[in-house]
Every structure is written in structure tokens, then in C-alpha cells.
């Protein structure tokens, strides 16, 4: 991985829509992929998983597989189960993982914010899964949008979830501080009297019509 070294502030500080925007590349995932909990946030590697329907065992394997300092990102097919709760979370910051993106569903959501632990989720159900099969662990996959390899960047925050490829990260930092340099520079100008038409030649259209 080539990551810029303060990756992890810098990502707090440019956020997921700077990021994507500078990126250039397709890798937003579904909007519905949201936090559970207020203020969550995640900048860290991938590690994925193929969960199949209404079963959890490859988070159990994930778990004690991934490397430290991992986000698990989990393909569940969209189903709402409780696929992650308290337990797991536990199990998770023993073994050094950051976080949880999931396209499926998660449980015991007061727990996971005392715990401080950061997940990303479709939805929320205190229904149960089973233990029985494995789809893959650690293999890449199209994540709900954005094709994930494990060691490329996740980063989550308010605005959702992207998923940089590692060989483009160093690049896409790079420009989104120019980005967001730039974007300092204009609302100086707003706020100086300036307006969005002049400063994006934008012009008075004809009316639209549908």
C-alpha cells in the first residue's frame, strides 16, 4: 500500500465527497449505506467478505483473519439480518480491526456506539443469523457499487462510503487538497460579495422545459 503518511487526518479533513470527487474513479457505494450511529468514521484498508443470506460465519473468520488496523467491508447480497452486534464488536477490537461496512444489517447499535466502534450499514434488525457457509473471505469483490480488493482505502464519514483503489490513493489525496484548496479560495470570494454564477461562468438560461 502507497498511502500518504497522516492518511488517516487527511481523510477527516477532506471527507468522502472531496475524495470522490478528486478520484475521478467509480468508487461511491450505494447511498443507503449509511452509519449507525452519529458521528462515526473510518479511514483504513479493506478487508473483504461474501456473507451468504441470514449467515454470519465468514465475520467470524474475518475476524481472526484480517490484519490489524483492517475495515471489514461484507457483501450480504443486501439482506436484513443482525449480522454484526456487541459480541462480534468485541471479538473485533481484540483482534485490531477499525470498522464495519456492511450492505446487510446490524444489531445492538447502542452498544457499538459506546464502544466507539464505527459501522456502516443498509439496515437494522435484532433478527438472529445462522453459522453454516462461506461465499469467500479476503477476495475482491463489487461492493454495492465500487469494486473492493483488500488493502485498498476505505474511508466513511457522514456523506457515505468510498473505496479508493490502494494504487490510486497517493494520487487522489494529492489532488483532492488542491480541491479543497480551491474550493477554500471561492467561498473567501462569496463571502468577499462575489457569486456562484460569476466565479462558475455560469450563465442566465432560457427557461427549461421538461
Known amino acids: 500500500m502507497t498511502f500518504p503518511e497522516n492518511y488517516k487526518s487527511l481523510a477527516q479533513t477532506l471527507g ?8 475521478g474513479l467509480p468508487c461511491a457505494v450505494d447511498h443507503r449505506i ?5 458521528g462515526a468514521a473510518i479511514a483504513a484498508p479493506a478487508y473483504p467478505v461474501q456473507c451468504s443470506l441470514g ?17 471489514l467491508v461484507v457483501d450480504t447480497s443486501d439482506f436484513i439480518a443482525g449480522y454484526w452486534g456487541e459480541v462480534l464488536t468485541v471479538a473485533a477490537e481484540a483482534a485490531g480491526i477499525v470498522g464495519l461496512v456492511i450492505n446487510g444489517g446490524v444489531r445492538d447499535i447502542a452498544a457499538l456506539e459506546a464502544h466507539g466502534f464505527p459501522v456502516f450499514a443498509r439496515g437494522v434488525s435484532l433478527k438472529g443469523t445462522v453459522k453454516a457457509c462461506v461465499p469467500s473471505v479476503g477476495k475482491a469483490f463489487n461492493f ?3 469494486y473492493v480488493r483488500e488493502g485498498d482505502l476505505v474511508v466513511a464519514d457522514a456523506d457515505g462510503v468510498v473505496i479508493i483503489p490502494a494504487e490510486a490513493v497517493a494520487q487522489t489525496f494529492e489532488d483532492a487538497v488542491l480541491r479543497a484548496d480551491k ?8 463571502r468577499s460579495g ?14 427549461c422545459h421538461d
Open 55 to 71: 449467515d454470519n460465519l465468514g465475520l467470524h473468520l474475518a475476524v481472526a483473519r484480517a490484519p490489524r488496523g483492517s475495515v
Open 34 to 38: 449509511r452509519a449507525v450511529w452519529n
Open 144 to 146: 454495492s457499487g465500487a
Open 183 to 190: 474550493e477554500l479560495s471561492v467561498m473567501a470570494q462569496l
Open 16 to 23: 468522502s465527497s472531496t475524495l470522490y470527487e478528486a478520484s
Open 194 to 207: 462575489k457569486t456562484t454564477l460569476e466565479l462558475m461562468g455560469l450563465s442566465d438560461p432560457e427557461v
